[in-house]
Every structure is written in C-alpha cells, then in structure tokens.
C-alpha cells in the first residue's frame, strides 16, 4: 500500500546558459528522458494533485507507486521539451506558471500555456511577479494569489487550484491567505514527502537539480530513512548560505557549485 508520495520539482529542461541563475536547477533533456524512462520502468505512475488530496482526505486510492510532478516558473522548455518526453510515457504533471511574466522572453506565451493544458496538463499558479511572498505586506500577498488564479484562469479557461510558493518561501501565516484566495492547496520547496492523513495542504517537494542522475532518483524513490535527512542538510546549507551571503553571492556559490559537478 501506498505510504508516502513524492512530489518531483522540475524548472528548466534544457541546457541554462553557464553561470546563471538558472543553471543549478536546469536538468537537461536528455537527463529528464532518461529519468521519466526510469519512473516508467519501475511501475511508477503519476497522480495529479487532486487525486492526492483526495487520498490525503482519506477519499479514494492511488495507483501503485504513486509519484506527482510538477514545474516551476513556466519556462518555454517545459512546453517544448517536457511535454512531449511526458506523453511518450503517458505521465501528467503540474505546471506552476509565474503569470505576469508569461510572454516574456524565454518564458511560455499564452498559446504555449493553453497547449500544455491541452495536453492533459493541469495549470497552477507561481505567483504573479515571483517576489517571494515573505518579503510583501498581507495585501500584496493576497493581490499576487488572486491576481495570478484570475489571470490563469481567464487565459486557460480551467480553474486554477493550486499554488506553489516563489522561491520556496512561506511562513505560517500564508496558509489561511492561501485558502481565502480558493486555491486547494498549496506546495512548497521543503524536502519531504506526502502522507495519508496529514491534514494540512502544505506539501514539501523533492527539487531535481543540474547534478542529479537516476540513482538520486531511485534513492528519493525507496525514501532510505537517511535519504530525507542528508537532503534537509543540503538545503539547510543553501539556506543559511543565501542568508549570510545576501542572494547574489549565493547565486555565484550555486554556479560554482554546478561547474564542479560538471568538471
Ligand atoms: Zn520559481
């Protein structure tokens, strides 16, 4: 029986420009084929979030190796190079699209949008600016969640339930926020898993990175008790790194930290 559901995060699929910002999370096309093949392999099947809340609920069940995946930030490659190596294995996903910056240069347009959708896709909201929603006021906060559902929505024609927090950051007082804007939850960057019961809607997700291969995968798979704790570490390191560093210098620390991985 199904226990606990990781939820992969994706942004890039494709080669980022070296040294940028980007670079750290871009998972190559040729990596991402070859990570969905291995889901495929090993019987895995994804589930949206609905379905997961549902379980969550304790409503319904969940195929055998159940994982969800989802993307950030809306960038042009999820529709070119995603969408496609997701049909071929018949796996759906989450799209988390920042809405304000559709259209611009690099990003997904309206029609790119509306095509994944199509394509059995499900939309969600990232914001409408991508400003962390920690550093705003309430009401910008409530500005950036209703906002970005309405123009979502509008565009897709779907409605939009879900919400996935820029830049990972929330604190405890988002979530009531989050509910009053009529989203049904909501995801988060912390690391960890799904399970049945749990009664909040503030699920962590598994981040894929540039230096990530299969046998990561397969580890965030089987959920070896260690597994959970040494990727707490890592990004308690990054963290605390992006606090005494100020986000520049993090963001150099992270381009150096994919050079070395790549030499
Ligand atoms: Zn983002």
Redesign the pocket.
């Known amino acids: 029986m199904t226990k606990r559901v990781p939820i992969l995060l994706y942004h890039v699929i494709g080669e980022a420009a070296e040294g940028t910002p980007e670079a750290f999370y871009a998972v190559t096309r040729a990596a991402f084929s070859e990570q969905m093949r291995y889901l495929a392999q090993r019987g895995c099947h994804t589930v949206s979030l609905e379905a997961l809340a549902d379980w969550v609920e304790g409503r319904g069940s969940l195929p055998p190796r159940a994982v969800a995946i989802t993307f950030?930030?809306g960038d042009v490659t999820q529709h070119e190079a995603a969408v496609p190596i997701l049909q071929e294995h018949g796996f759906q996903a989450m799209f988390f699209v920042?809405a304000a910056r559709v259209g611009e240069p690099g990003m997904m347009g309206w029609d790119d949008v509306r095509r994944v959708e199509a394509a059995g896709m499900a939309i969600g909201s990232?914001g409408l600016t991508?400003r962390l929603l920690t550093e705003l006021t309430v009401d910008e906060v409530r500005w950036e969640l209703a906002e970005s559902k309405r123009l979502l929505e509008t565009h897709v024609m779907r409605p939009v339930q879900w919400f996935a927090f820029?830049?990972g950051a929330w604190s405890s007082g988002m979530p009531p926020l989050v509910a009053e804007a009529g989203y049904r939850g909501a995801v988060t960057s912390d690391v960890g898993y799904v399970a049945r019961g749990v009664a909040d809607r503030w699920w962590p997700r598994c981040v894929m990175r540039s230096t990530d291969n299969v046998s990561r995968l397969a580890e965030l798979l089987d959920a070896p008790a260690w597994f959970l704790w040494r990727e707490r570490m890592g990004q308690q390191a990054l963290r605390a790194a992006r606090s005494v560093l100020g986000m520049q210098r993090y963001e150099a620390l992270k381009r150096r930290l994919v050079r070395r991985s790549h030499a």
Do not use: R, S
Request: hydrophobic share 0%; charged share 30%; glycine share 14%.
């Open positions: 950030d930030d920042t990232h991508h820029p830049g």
